[in-house]
């Protein structure tokens, strides 16, 4: 995937803990993007992170990134939020949309902390198309709300719901009117697992059929699970065939083997690393494919993901 060089034209405090990066191309333009997308972010060291454009997707002169700065950091969040300067030059990818508006029907937009990032950017797509949502945004409290004063002044065609857990709306225990009436529309959700779990259980209960419920995960997985054991990966161009250890990745035990990989998160959460599947049945781990296409077993993320069959045959 081509790489994008990009200078850090400034540097915003979005709320407690919360910094808002303003990428400027260093030459040429940014390439168009879809509300919902991320780019990878390369920093010193190779790290390489996911973060969700925060920006309207018609504002084509920067990208709006904004990092929450986690006490359990890896190495990303930190950098950004602790040595990140204006001035400097970085480079993301391209924009990749693994959590896309749909069409047709209301939009009903949940946010939890961070998570408002691509959904404030999904706000912003819907209203330059003149399309009626409701998007509500949960934090601890409002001194950690990012992008604050943005919501507070709305939208023309959407509403903004502000809940503090603080003030007594926590997500533990507030339902959005909205959700308990299911609807032909659609609903997207994006903050920690336990946010998005329990409004995804209270719309299936109200009646939102499966298809209309969106997610975008951002957090750490633990992919690895007792009782995993050892399979087979074949490789259909060349029928060379790796053994994938109980203990190893199916992505490090190709890359052992001089077999190129596309990978970035290494997390299951960026689909960098989809391959195709042409027989076997994968254990499936990650937070990209939807239900329908884990269903589908055509395809795997080789970083985290395994094999329920003693062998997989990747397109490969």
């Known amino acids: ?21 303003r990428l ?3 030459a040429g333009e940014l390439p168009a993007f879809e509300a919902g997308a991320h ?7 190779g790290l390489v992170r996911q973060y969700s454009i925060a920006s309207a997707p018609h504002v084509r002169d920067h990208y709006l990134l904004c990092v929450r700065h986690a006490a ?4 990303g969040s930190r950098h950004v939020c602790e040595q990140l300067a204006g001035g400097q030059r970085l480079w993301i990818s391209e924009p990749r949309n693994l959590f896309p ?26 209203d330059a198309r003149g399309e009626a949502f409701v998007l509500h945004y949960y934090v601890r409290s409002m001194a950690q709300a990012a992008f604050l004063s943005q919501l507070r002044t709305g939208f023309a065609h959407g509403r903004v719901e502000l809940h ?35 409004y ?25 699970l007792p009782g995993d054991g050892a399979f087979e990966v074949e490789l259909a161009s060349s029928g060379q065939v790796v053994t994938v250890p109980a203990d190893a990745s199916i992505a490090s035990v190709l890359l052992a083997a001089g077999i190129p990989v596309d990978l970035s998160c290494e997390q299951g959460m960026c689909g960098a690393c989809l391959t195709g599947v042409l027989a076997g049945e994968p254990d499936h781990r990650d937070c990209v494919l939807s239900d329908g296409e884990r269903a589908a077993n055509d ?18």
């Open 200 to 224: 995804a259980a209270l719309a299936a209960a109200a009646g939102w059929p499966a298809a209309q419920v969106h997610r975008e995960h951002f957090g750490v997985l633990d992919s690895a």
């Open 1 to 21: 995937m081509a790489l994008i060089e990009v200078s850090v034209a400034a540097i915003v405090e979005e709320g407690q803990g919360n910094r808002a990066l």
């Open 299 to 316: 395809q795997i993320t080789v970083c985290c993901s395994r094999s329920r069959s003693p062998r997989l045959v990747l397109d490969l």
């Open 164 to 198: 503090a857990s603080e003030a007594g709306q926590s997500p533990r225990t507030h339902v959005p009117e909205e959700l308990l009436q299911a609807s032909h529309g659609h609903l997207y959700l994006c903050g920690p697992v336990a946010f998005m779990d329990r």
């Open 39 to 45: 780019v990878d972010l390369h920093l010193p060291g």
């Open 72 to 75: 359990d950091s890896r190495g």
């Open 24 to 26: 400027e191309p260093v």
């Open 101 to 126: 508006l749909q069409s047709g029907g209301p939009q009903l937009l949940l946010a939890a902390g961070i998570g408002i990032t691509p959904l404030l950017s999904m706000a912003q797509a819907l």
